[in-house]
């Protein structure tokens, strides 16, 4: 104890130093903290949607449209490589999660085979040259197309990752940050938005697929046959929302989609009345395409259609180059700097549907708040009486210190990360506190026992650090791994309580053995006792 390494006493100042500098801020008003200095932290505890309020959300990836999406996708690219390879085919549908056709030539059957087993799908992971989708050979010149179970089940889990991701990207374009998207079970994502009491408007930025694709409309349809219902092939019908028509025919494929966009921005039309538009900025492969189409296709209309719904279909009036241009409609200033955020964060890889939703008042967790400090300071003055009377006003007031450099460091890493405070997450603080001095009373308690033993008090000291220091170790460590697991396999307020109780382990060994060596090492070279206040 006398000779306490230098390094030790350096690291608890600086270590308590930049905690208090990060714990600032929460005590601080609004209008202080924006006025300090740029090198200072601003940053502040969270308060999760059970202490702040807010809006909760629970949706669900719908995988089967998704699949369906995938196989109409793959059944025009069949339709192309038979054009291509002027194979004879009939019967192409969609229908039960699988494609189905038929060959009209039997002469042709095996070649059409081979050509789709070569060109559809995607290289299996784990395989040597198989593919992620299965093409059979049936009776009557049939042919079916399914996807391999296992290749689709990993495709819709990576579907509902990047759908977190792009919920991610539009909340964050909003600036919005205390919205978290988190995954739930094999297909469902939860967001809770802490301070948004409009579920509706969350609903509306995270919710909407924001599918943008651009589609020929083909001029050829005769509208008897489309009344009739005699679509022709390769097209389909899709409603309109720009003001002038009911529907367009538009040729299925695709050739430009919003995948292709690098930039879109919410303006105004300056030569058309000064309404809303978003102009958008498009990737080398959409400008060549781009400037392609509208080369071949002067006179005729083109849709832009979002979400299955053409939102306008200008006539192309000459070559667009550089791949910029303007998507005009029926917007207001402020849908169509919505439809601009949807655009640069992207689309929904997959739909979902609203299973749950709910809102909570600020009410609600303004209670809990009260509750929950509540609970924290009365175990906290209990905790000091109980040190206070076992251990005296020196070694018991020592240990609170070291307590109140724990809650310092507990405060200061969670501003410092963002994490979000919860109910649970102060159960856990609380938690945390109480038993914070569990790693004094062992270190006391050898202390005493080292005395009883007839060491001297540098010696005692010393052993009452140096050998309860593994049973601390020990115990902190299972609780480490507790919450470790708490955290990767909970959810919710699961993990609030696990997250709290993991930095609050860290904190508790650190204060608890650190602090307190270094407090009893400068009293007693100060004091020079001849014996122990807890002999």
């Known amino acids: 104890m006398m000779n306490l390494a230098r390094w030790k006493v350096i690291l608890v100042v600086l270590v308590t130093l930049i905690s208090a500098l990060f714990t600032l801020p929460n005590l601080l008003p609004a209008k202080v903290r924006d006025a300090l200095p740029g090198f200072m932290p601003k940053n502040t505890l969270h308060l999760g949607l059970d202490l702040q309020g807010g809006s909760y959300l629970l949706y669900s990836v719908d995988t089967v449209a998704l699949r369906t999406e995938r196989l109409t996708n793959m059944a025009e690219d069949i339709r192309s490589t038979f054009k291509d390879k002027q194979i004879n085919f009939s019967d192409l549908a969609v229908s039960n999660g699988e494609i189905g056709l038929r060959i009209t030539d039997p002469a042709q059957v095996n070649d059409a085979v081979n050509a789709l087993r070569r060109t559809l799908g995607a290289p299996l992971a784990g395989t040597t040259g198989g593919r992620d989708v299965t093409v059979s050979n049936l009776p009557d010149q049939r042919i079916r197309v399914v996807f391999v179970p296992e290749a689709f089940e990993a495709e819709a889990a990576r579907a509902v990752e990047q759908n977190i991701e792009v919920i991610r990207r539009r909340v964050d374009t909003t600036g919005a940050k205390e919205v978290n998207p988190v995954r739930q079970g094999k297909d469902r994502i939860v967001i809770e938005a802490a301070g ?69 921005q919410p303006g105004f039309d300056q030569q058309g009345g000064g309404g809303s538009l978003v102009s958008f900025r498009m990737n080398s492969v959409g400008s060549t395409r781009f400037a392609d189409i509208t080369r071949q296709n002067i006179g005729k209309r083109f849709a832009i259609v979002l979400d299955k719904k053409v939102i306008s279909a200008p006539v192309i009036q000459g070559v667009i180059p550089g791949g910029s241009g303007n998507i005009t409609g029926n917007f207001t200033p402020e849908s169509a700097n919505e439809l601009s955020v949807l655009l640069r964060a992207g689309a929904l890889p997959a739909p979902m549907k609203v299973e749950e939703q709910r809102t909570v008042g600020a009410e609600l967790g303004a209670d809990a708040v009260r509750a929950g400090a509540t609970s924290a300071i009365v175990g906290l003055v209990l905790t000091m009486i109980f040190m206070l009377l076992i251990y005296g006003g020196l070694f018991g007031g020592i240990s609170l210190v070291a307590l109140a450099v724990n809650a310092l460091m507990i405060v200061g890493v969670m501003s410092f990360t963002q994490a979000t405070l919860t109910l649970p997450g102060i159960a856990g603080l609380i938690l945390t506190l109480a038993v914070a001095v569990d790693a004094n009373v062992l270190i006391y308690e050898r202390m005493r026992d080292e005395l009883r033993a007839g060491r001297s008090l540098i010696a005692s000291m010393e052993a009452g650090f140096s050998r309860a220091w593994g049973t601390i170790f020990d115990a902190n460590m299972t609780h480490i791994f507790s919450a470790a697991i708490m955290f990767s396999l909970g959810s919710g307020p699961v993990k609030g309580f696990a997250w709290t109780l993991f930095f609050g382990v860290l904190t508790t060994v650190f204060s608890a053995v650190l602090v307190t060596q270094v407090l009893l090492a400068w009293w007693f070279r100060t004091a020079r006792p001849k014996t122990l206040p807890i002999a």
């Open 196 to 264: 948004e009491s409009d579920p509706e408007k969350l609903k509306s930025l995270i919710g909407q697929t924001a599918k943008l694709t651009f589609q020929m409309v083909d001029e050829a349809a005769d509208p008897a046959d489309i009344a009739a219902g005699r679509i022709p092939p390769g097209d389909e019908i899709i409603a309109s929302v720009d003001g002038h028509s009911a529907s367009y025919v538009v040729k299925r494929r695709a050739p430009i989609t919003g995948e292709m966009l690098t930039d879109a």
